[in-house]
């Protein structure tokens, strides 16, 4: 706010010249305060769904401008890729899976990337067949191809942890883990496979086009599961902890709105982000996320969720042997976020 000294000079300067009172507001105004009172923050996250609405809600509805941060989103399009740039410091904030924290550590960082806020509890990724199955059974599955993820990814590893919780040894099913993330829909829709595992938008968008047909929920067949996280270097946090418990609070205020109102407004607020989504495939996407309980009601990173996380990862031979959660999870920020 500008102090009763300074907004005495500019009434003089008004008196004197309109001039002058001119060159006052533009070099001292509010707009020009307020934007010097924001801190930089680089988010990269590892890419861009409507699953993580949230956080476009935060952005949006301006919460993070409010808690005093300038905001940069960078889609990292891969874990590997968005955890490379926190570790180089190319961003001050990762959003993936937090099994990339996980395999860092083992590594041996000198800082390690600590998790401090959750934002989804269930899986965001969907089976796709070639025609409409009302009554899908993963047992159809076996020996059929399937377009996978990376095979050391959270969205392949929770997949098969779903095949393992229906008595299916994942080796019974041809899952090609060949095909880029986000590039699994263009290669169904070109004919290659018989069922394919999608995120949002890709699912509807192949019912949308008639090149394929959402017949099951990974999420809602895996239960809660510590899907995605926030995370930055140890270091970070600690040099910067005001500035991440503002981020958190943004955060928070997200997660309140998504859980307090309606597909129809949380579309409408971050309809912006996804200008290539239709209006109402957008309605029908947040409410598919919404109905399975994707969200959860506070951003607090439990140790249960955490050793689930380390339980899937040695089963899916990507972990010898379990990493402390105190190493890994800080729940400070957004324990004091939810209160």
């Known amino acids: 706010m500008i102090s009763l000294k300074r907004s005495v000079a500019c009434g003089l300067a008004v008196l004197l010249c309109t001039a002058a009172f001119t ?35 935060a952005i ?14 960078v889609t990292g399009f891969g874990a590997d890729k968005t955890m490379t740039a926190v570790l180089t410091g190319e961003a001050d904030i990762g959003f993936m899976g937090s099994e ?10 000198d800082d390690p990337v600590v998790n401090f806020a959750q934002l989804t509890q269930r899986a ?15 047992s159809m599955l076996i020996g059929a191809e399937v377009l996978g993820g990376r095979a050391s990814g959270m969205p392949e590893m929770v997949f098969e942890y779903v095949l393992k919780k229906n008595g299916i040894n994942p ?7 060949s095909i880029d993330f986000g590039s699994t829909a263009a290669a169904f829709s070109g004919g290659k496979g018989e069922y394919s595992v999608e995120f949002e938008p890709y699912g509807t968008s192949l019912e949308v086009k008639g090149d394929g047909y959402i017949v099951a929920s990974v999420g809602e067949a895996s239960g809660y599961v510590p899907y995605t996280a926030f995370s930055a270097a140890a270091s970070y946090l600690q040099e910067h902890g005001d ?12 997660l309140d709105y998504v859980n307090s109102h309606t597909a129809e407004e949380i579309a409408a607020v971050i309809a912006p982000q ?15 996320y919404a109905s399975q309980n994707t969200w959860p ?3 607090i990173f439990s140790q249960d969720s955490f050793e689930l996380l380390e339980q899937i990862l040695m089963e899916a031979g990507e972990l010898q042997e379990m990493v402390s959660y105190e190493a890994l999870v800080d729940t400070t920020f957004a324990e004091n976020a939810a209160q």
């Not at 949006?60 to 989103?73: K, P, T």
């Not at 990339?100 to 960082?109: E, K, P």
């Not at 089976?127 to 899908?136: G, L, Q, S, T, Y």
């Not at 500035?243 to 997200?254: D, P, S």
Request: net charge negative; aromatic share 10%; hydrophobic share 35%.
């Open 274 to 288: 996804f200008t290539e989504t239709e209006e109402e495939n957008l309605v029908l996407i947040v409410e598919r």
């Open 23 to 57: 060159g006052c507001t533009e070099k001292g105004g509010l707009g020009a305060d307020s934007s010097q009172a924001l801190e930089k923050v680089t988010l990269n996250e590892v890419a861009h769904s409507i699953f993580y609405a949230p956080m476009y809600v």
């Open 171 to 177: 080796e019974e099913v041809h899952i090609d883990k």
């Open 243 to 254: 500035t991440v418990q503002g981020f958190v609070n943004a955060l928070q205020k997200g």
């Open 60 to 73: 949006e509805e301006s919460y993070f401008e409010e808690e005093g941060i300038d905001l940069e989103l």
């Open 297 to 299: 009601e506070t951003l």
């Open 100 to 109: 990339s924290s996980i395999y860092t550590y083992v590594q041996g960082v």
């Open 124 to 138: 965001g990724n969907f089976v796709v067949a070639r025609e409409p199955i009302d009554d899908f059974d993963w």
